[in-house]
């Protein structure tokens, strides 16, 4: 199956995949294969990170690929024990050598990791990075409205993205509303709510209604809001239709019943304290 899928066209005029796969929780023997089923299915935005320890498995499956570089958007993110300026140049070039390309087009700041106090110096290495052409775009993840506040007095250049937690039960509104109109594009992690919010009664009957799966409703109301997309599957059935996406549209009135899911709820860790041990 082919899909035509929608890019985003960020602050700097670069263009990104509006659906993207995630790759946390791939182990690095299985990437190359995972990602290359991803390919297969027709992915052309791979969403990665040091912390995740698979870079050099994305690296592996986009050269079994024979996909052209160009035709294909790859994201990885600075661990949190990186940051700082000469060791996130250093940690970019670990990251680029794992990947095995000599332009990354999105690097990403993985946590603002507040108590370190060094994501204000670590965007002056990214801004370097952009400038040297190594990357094609910088952008944040995890940031809060007072971790973009704090970058934003500083920064040359704005952050192309911020990537966060976003879902029907958690719409993270403040910090989508705060980023957005600093002119970031929102690119949603967990999209799926790791799974949880598929269970909801009023995703299930919009599914029913549209002959789709409860995943597809989720992902099509987060397009529908201009967000981009990053979902995480190993199931080679769930890849493909994550992807399916383009055949059916949400009213406004059914895009109102999802955005009545919001619970407040977070599934993740809060910014304003992770650190993670992972990513040290
Ligand atoms: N910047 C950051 O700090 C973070 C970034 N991320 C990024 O976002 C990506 C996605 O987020 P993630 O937390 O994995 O959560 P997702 O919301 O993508 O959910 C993944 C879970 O949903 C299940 N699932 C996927 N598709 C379907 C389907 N069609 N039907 C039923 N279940 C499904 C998967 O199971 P199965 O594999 O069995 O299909 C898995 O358990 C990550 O892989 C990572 O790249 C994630 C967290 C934090
Ligand atoms: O996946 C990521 O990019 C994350 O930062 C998180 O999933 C984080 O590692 C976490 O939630 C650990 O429990």
């Known amino acids: 199956m082919t899909h035509q899928i929608p890019s985003i066209t960020l602050n700097n005029g670069v263009a ?7 790759t946390f929780l791939v182990a690095e023997e299985d990437t190359q294969r995972v990602v290359e089923s991803a390919f297969e299915a027709g992915y052309r935005h ?7 320890y698979n870079e050099a498995g994305v690296g592996a499956a986009i050269k079994a690929s024979g996909l052209a570089r ?40 993985h946590w603002p990791s507040p108590a370190r106090g060094l994501y204000v110096e670590t965007w002056r290495a990214f801004e370097k990075l952009l400038a040297d052409g190594a990357v094609r775009a910088i952008g944040v993840s995890n940031f809060l409205p ?3 506040t704090t970058l934003l ?9 911020n990537q966060i937690e976003v879902h029907p039960t958690f ?8 980023s957005r109109a600093a002119g970031l594009a929102i690119e949603a992690y967990s999209p799926l709510g790791r799974g949880a919010d598929l269970e909801s009664d009023v995703v299930a009957a919009i599914a029913a209604a549209h002959g789709a799966t409860t995943a597809q409703v989720v992902l099509r109301w987060h397009l529908q809001q201009g967000t981009i997309v990053i979902p995480k599957s190993n199931n080679p ?4 239709a994550n992807l399916d996406l383009f055949g059916f549209e949400l009213s406004a009135a059914e895009v109102a019943l999802i955005d009545g899911l919001e619970s407040g709820k977070s599934l993740g860790s809060d910014p304003a304290t992770a650190e993670f041990s992972q990513f040290r």
Do not use: C, M, W
């Open 237 to 240: 059935e769930r890849i493909a």
């Open 171 to 178: 719409q993270h509104a403040a910090t989508v509303a705060a």
């Open 46 to 52: 791979i969403d990665t990170a040091a912390g995740y």
């Open 70 to 109: 160009e035709d294909v958007f790859v994201t990885t993110k600075l661990r949190n024990g990186d940051q700082g300026y000469e060791s996130t140049l250093a940690a970019f070039e670990a990251s680029r050598a794992a990947l095995d390309l000599d332009v990354v087009d999105l690097y990403l700041i």
């Open 153 to 161: 007095e500083s920064a040359e250049v704005v952050p192309a993205v």
């Open 146 to 148: 007072e971790h973009l």
């Open 16 to 22: 990104i995949p509006q659906v993207g796969f995630g």
